[in-house]
């Protein structure tokens, strides 16, 4: 199999490093596992990096140019992604570029479009995203948060929980019951919610990292406008669909697991015996398995640039990286014995903490955006063919 690019994708590939090259100063280039759910914005240059992704389209690679996107193909897009996670450049705000924006461009009216495009791509609007509740993760359609008409608005009580982001959020894409009989998934309705609007409160979540990423967002007869529901009252559950189908082909985070990899070698070599033959197996085991990851993410790019929906190989590719993401911590921590539970601020700790910080953060990544039993699930019944029980 050739993975080599065609002339065209090369010298888009060769665009992309030269912008990056002479745009990106070496200081903002940050290692990425440390930033799960934050996107830029946290650096005041960010702001910068934006401006100078928006002369070209590239804030929104996928987005059709009409709506200030790039309208690149989807090997382009892969290309882009992959070069900007080698370069470790800040990433935007993922849930507004990658959901929310998308969502819009579909299911939006023209108004919906004007209204939030523009403050996405700007990077002024913050984003979130409120579909998961203390009793409904994986099995969303069951959610109780309610919505009840009241005039011009809806009603909004209940609550969400793990909402990445939710305290630097501006706007929240969220789903809530508008129906109670019926099936479950026809009582939905999806709507932009304003963080900023009476009754709305945020409560940090701080994760075993001791890093506050997600939080609880509680819903106290906070009114949003009817002009803010997305697509048709009770349909809000197709309109996710949408959203969840958004998917990454994996690449970024099998570039950051690869660069991972290559700075573990590197800090625990102090560590090692020398002819140590398990840590030498181990590593070599792991760098196999980068290779697969950033297989699997080629191939999940090749069925989008064939205009299909890679639902099977996108779950198997998630599985694969999240898992592989855990494997790698733990290997680290075990090649560099007790200086690998040494977190940050400690100056004996390796690679700063990370080993210590990425072991615990990974562990969440097997459970955001659909567990592994849920992606396991989908390709038993969807790639295999197999019965739902
Ligand atoms: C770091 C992180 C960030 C997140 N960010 C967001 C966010 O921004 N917005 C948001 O809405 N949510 C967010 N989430 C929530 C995430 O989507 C849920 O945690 C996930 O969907 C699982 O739901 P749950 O936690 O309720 O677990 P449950 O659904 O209760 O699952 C519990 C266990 O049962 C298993 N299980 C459940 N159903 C099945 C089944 N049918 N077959 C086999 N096993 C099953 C699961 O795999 C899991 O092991 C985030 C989670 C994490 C960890």
Same mark, same amino acid.
């Given at each position: 199999?050739?993975?080599?690019?065609?002339?065209?994708?090369?010298?888009?590939?060769?665009?992309?490093?030269?912008?990056?090259?002479?745009?990106?100063?070496?200081?903002?280039?940050?290692?990425?596992?440390?930033?799960?759910?934050?996107?830029?914005?946290?650096?005041?240059?960010?702001?910068?990096?934006?401006?100078?992704?928006?002369?070209?389209?590239?804030?929104?690679?996928?987005?059709?140019?009409?709506?200030?996107?790039?309208?690149?193909?989807?090997?382009?897009?892969?290309?882009?992604?992959?070069?900007?996670?080698?370069?470790?450049?800040?990433?935007?705000?993922?849930?507004?570029?990658?959901?929310?924006?998308?969502?819009?461009?579909?299911?939006?009216?023209?108004?919906?479009?004007?209204?939030?495009?523009?403050?996405?791509?700007?990077?002024?609007?913050?984003?979130?995203?409120?579909?998961?509740?203390?009793?409904?993760?994986?099995?969303?359609?069951?959610?109780?948060?309610?919505?009840?008409?009241?005039?011009?608005?809806?009603?909004?009580?209940?609550?969400?929980?793990?909402?990445?982001?939710?305290?630097?959020?501006?706007?929240?894409?969220?789903?809530?019951?508008?129906?109670?009989?019926?099936?479950?998934?026809?009582?939905?309705?999806?709507?932009?919610?304003?963080?900023?609007?009476?009754?709305?409160?945020?409560?940090?979540?701080?994760?075993?990292?001791?890093?506050?990423?997600?939080?609880?967002?509680?819903?106290?007869?906070?009114?949003?406008?009817?002009?803010?529901?997305?697509?048709?009252?009770?349909?809000?559950?197709?309109?996710?669909?949408? %959203? @969840? $189908?958004?998917?990454? =082909?994996? +690449?970024?985070?099998?570039?950051?697991?690869?660069?991972? &990899? !290559?700075?573990?070698?590197?800090?625990?070599?102090?560590?090692?015996?020398?002819?140590?033959?398990?840590?030498?197996?181990?590593?070599?085991?792991?760098?196999?398995?980068?290779?697969?990851?950033?297989?699997?993410?080629?191939?999940?790019?090749?069925?989008?640039?064939?205009?299909?929906?890679?639902?099977?190989?996108?779950?198997?590719?998630?599985?694969?990286?999240?898992?592989?993401?855990?494997?790698?911590?733990?290997?680290?921590?075990?090649?560099?014995?007790?200086?690998?539970?040494?977190?940050?601020?400690?100056?004996?700790?390796?690679?700063?903490?990370?080993?210590?910080?990425?072991?615990?953060?990974?562990?969440?990544? %097997? @459970? $955001?955006?659909?567990? =592994?039993? +849920?992606?396991?699930?989908?390709?038993?019944?969807?790639? &295999? !063919?197999?019965?739902?029980?």
């Amino acid at each position: 199999m050739d993975f080599s690019d065609t002339p065209e994708d090369a010298a888009f590939r060769r665009e992309v490093q030269e912008f990056v090259a002479k745009e990106l100063p070496p200081d903002m280039r940050a290692p990425d596992e440390m930033t799960l759910g934050v996107g830029v914005g946290e650096d005041p240059r960010d702001m910068e990096w934006l401006k100078k992704l928006a002369t070209r389209g590239w804030v929104a690679p996928s987005w059709p140019t009409e709506y200030g996107g790039a309208g690149l193909p989807a090997m382009q897009q892969f290309i882009f992604n992959e070069e900007m996670a080698r370069a470790r450049a800040p990433r935007p705000n993922y849930i507004a570029i990658g959901m929310v924006g998308p969502t819009t461009i579909v299911h939006g009216t023209e108004e919906q479009k004007s209204e939030h495009l523009p403050g996405i791509l700007s990077g002024e609007i913050y984003w979130c995203q409120g579909f998961s509740e203390p009793e409904s993760g994986s099995d969303l359609a069951s959610l109780q948060t309610r919505a009840v008409e009241d005039g011009d608005d809806f009603i909004i009580n209940g609550q969400k929980i793990w909402t990445s982001g939710a305290h630097r959020a501006d706007r929240m894409i969220m789903l809530a019951r508008t129906d109670s009989d019926g099936p479950k998934h026809k009582g939905l309705s999806y709507f932009f919610l304003d963080m900023h609007a009476p009754g709305v409160t945020v409560r940090p979540l701080t994760n075993m990292a001791e890093m506050h990423s997600f939080n609880e967002v509680f819903f106290d007869n906070v009114r949003v406008p009817k002009k803010d529901m997305l697509g048709e009252l009770n349909r809000g559950w197709y309109v996710a669909l949408t %959203t @969840l $189908a958004f998917e990454r =082909s994996g +690449i970024v985070n099998a570039v950051a697991l690869q660069q991972l &990899l !290559g700075e573990i070698v590197e800090a625990t070599r102090p560590y090692r015996r020398a002819g140590d033959v398990h840590a030498r197996n181990e590593l070599a085991d792991r760098a196999i398995e980068v290779h697969v990851a950033i297989m699997l993410s080629h191939r999940v790019a090749s069925v989008q640039a064939k205009g299909q929906m890679p639902i099977q190989e996108a779950s198997i590719t998630k599985l694969y990286c999240s898992e592989l993401g855990q494997r790698i911590a733990r290997t680290a921590v075990g090649l560099a014995g007790l200086y690998g539970q040494l977190g940050p601020g400690s100056p004996w700790a390796p690679l700063m903490g990370r080993i210590e910080r990425t072991y615990l953060i990974q562990v969440g990544a %097997t @459970l $955001a955006g659909g567990t =592994s039993e +849920i992606q396991r699930n989908i390709i038993a019944t969807r790639g &295999l !063919g197999l019965p739902r029980n």
